[in-house]
């Protein structure tokens, strides 16, 4: 369907200049029109290498179209990474050349779309749990999208997507407690993140949980073959991931004090460090909070 | 003319965020204090002498008034060990002052009005008690807990483990954050 549409697209702007083309430009638009995408693809990949056709903004669009339809014909193909990557250098390079803005449109929302499968590659990378990958893709996306807009602020995407890698060093961690790579990992994307917005809940609130559950996960494995010096060395370890932890989880708290998940984080947090007071001051706003009447809908 | 035949906007997947769980206190596994003092409890039993020939044979007996969670670690982790050649027996007692003859007997800060009625029960008796609440040392507790520095630790009273017959080991008295002579 998109294939068609694009044809149509191109049929159209041609409409006024094609009798101008040369050859090479016309049989490739006709193979592309057939469905011909690989025999449009040499001759196209022919004609951008020639003086007459290298500098055309037209020979550029064709061919980024083509390369685009190539990769959505196959994605996961054993090609679909270059085909993407050439029609995304193709477009970038007709927008580049059409300084009469004739193909502009088509050549941006083109582009605009591979940019999108990149992002989404790497959410489908991270659901995988695949960091390697997720990071090798959200890399060509923002690499991508600042090529044809140098100035646009990918900020936004920057604390999603580290907030979501985040989540998986998380879960590679609770998955295999004794590496400790996954956990610094983790800490380090979401500081990331902190950095970018220091008011953002999902980091503050994951980062001191993290801390938390890494301290509680430590006393956890004591044993009785733990001596008293062990285990006061132990807790004095942990004492250290629960300090930690508590400023951000209070960050979390002050940003959204209706939270249940932060107040029992707090008293968590607090009990553990032995401090009952607090720990059963914030226990108290919990339990405050669940006696209250379910909102009417 | 033009937009309808541009490609069809492409929808950016949402990225999977996942809001952390924090360990929950209350559950036994997670209850960081308990964890603590039931290693503590068993380090104890291993570093005091039971003095009383009558004890030194059979179950070794920690008994535990209150606190659920302390009584759940020591199940276990440690109900299928033994002091010496006695194995452990772990026992959930009921909050009352006739508490069953046990070589340890922990009472939580939740049964503090316990306390007097259970002071007069042990009295003379071989029964090593620990406590957690201020000032139990001077009551007749042998072991209370405490919290210092943002860590449990303990403190004895040899003066109330002679009472019980109880010799307290070097190790157990040097690693202790006080020592009541």
Redesign the interface.
Known sequence: MLCRISTSFLALCWATMVMAQSDALVNANRKYQEGDLAGARVLLDEAVREHEFSGKPEAWVLRGFVYKDLYKKDPLGRDGAFFREEALASLFVSTELDTAREFSQSSIQAYDFLTKTLYNDAARALNELDQDKALAYYGKYKQAVLRLAPGRDLTERDIEFNNALGTVYTKRFNQAREQQEWFDKAVSTYRQVLVLDPANYGANYNLATLFYNRGVYNIQRISSENDIPSLQRIQEVSREFFNEALPYMLKAFEMNPRRRETLLGLEGIYYSLQDERQSDHYRALYEALEAEPAPEK | M?AS?????????????????????REA??D??A??QA??I??IAK?VEWKDPALKSGNFKIGVIGNTNLYQELIK??AT?SIGKQPIEVLKLPRSAEAEPCHILFVGQADLALMPALYKQIKGKPTLLITEYQGALEDGSVINFV?V?????YEISLVNSRQHKLEVGV??KQ?AHHVEE
Do not use: F, G, W
């Open positions: 033009v035949i541009m490609p069809r906007s492409l929808l950016l997947l949402v990225l999977p965020v996942l809001m952390l769980s924090a360990s929950d206190p596994d997670k960081t204090s964890i603590v290693s503590y068993y380090n570093l982790k440690y060990k919290r520095d943002n860590t449990l630790k190790t157990l690693l």
